[in-house]
């Protein structure tokens, strides 16, 4: 092992360490478990400050839709929850996982990722078999057989719903799939690596309507199992699938709450303004 393999935190010993005390907020009487939460979380690329106020808690097994204009913040909010600003931009507060700040210097943040999964706006299948893509990111960094491999290809590519349209040319190039299938591939791939937590930036804007109500029953299913949030600019979309809403205006939250409540009864003006169209 490396020196810096061994001073960096691996996030697995926090997830058998399990807390749920710690992890758990009272809302109308009922409790609820978080999966994720930032606190004084603050983004500048350079010395543009990007993301000024954006402390949300997303609840677990839920989908969580960021929503607003163009610029608003809600990829750089997104992209820093499994450290992808790293490189570009000044990502500094907490990101509570688990009882652990995942933000915090020392922690591995390849391991991170496999617990907290993303998925771009175009879908970004590796120029290789559908079955590759799937076993690729899983072999390089450890064991399996043929016979586990072949079964996670399976369970994934049936929890994205590809399996039927694929199962008979698993060798045959992912590059050849449309856009749907492909965005449903990377979503498989993503879910190979067991994430707990699964960040999709727009990923239906380059679906048609059909894949992309597919998509949606795809994501509805999966919330059984992982806890998602999703950028969209579908405001059907986003009240059409998620729980909660959060509203992001000039690199704040304005307001976050239960999607049904944001969509009909929203505390603030700007957010009414912006999902009634009223926006300028
Ligand atoms: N890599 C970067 N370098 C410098 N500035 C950036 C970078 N990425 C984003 N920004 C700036 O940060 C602000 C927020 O951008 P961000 O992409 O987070 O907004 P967004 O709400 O996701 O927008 P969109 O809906 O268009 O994707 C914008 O002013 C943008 O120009």
Known sequence: MTKRSQELKPVSEFISDS??????????????????????????????????????SFERYKITSLIGASGSGKSTFLRSLNRMNDDVANVTGKIMYRGLDINSKDIDVYEMRRHIGMVFQRPNPFAKSIYDNITFPLTRRGKYTKEQLDEIVETTLKQAALWDQV??????????????????????????????????????SALDPISSAKFEDTLLELKKYYTIIIVTHNMQQAARISDYTAFFHQGKVIEYDLTRKIFTRPKVKLTDDYISGNFG
């Open 19 to 56: 807390r749920p005390e710690r992890f758990v907020y009272q809302m109308d009487g009922d409790r609820h478990e978080i999966a994720l939460s930032t606190e004084n979380l603050q983004v500048r690329y350079g010395d543009k400050l990007a993301l000024s106020e954006g402390d949300l």
């Open 167 to 204: 199962k008979d040319e698993l060798n045959k190039s992912a590059l050849a799939l449309s856009g749907g299938q492909a965005q449903r591939l990377v979503i498989a791939r993503a879910l190979a690596l067991k994430p707990d937590i699964l960040l999709l930036d727009e990923p239906s």
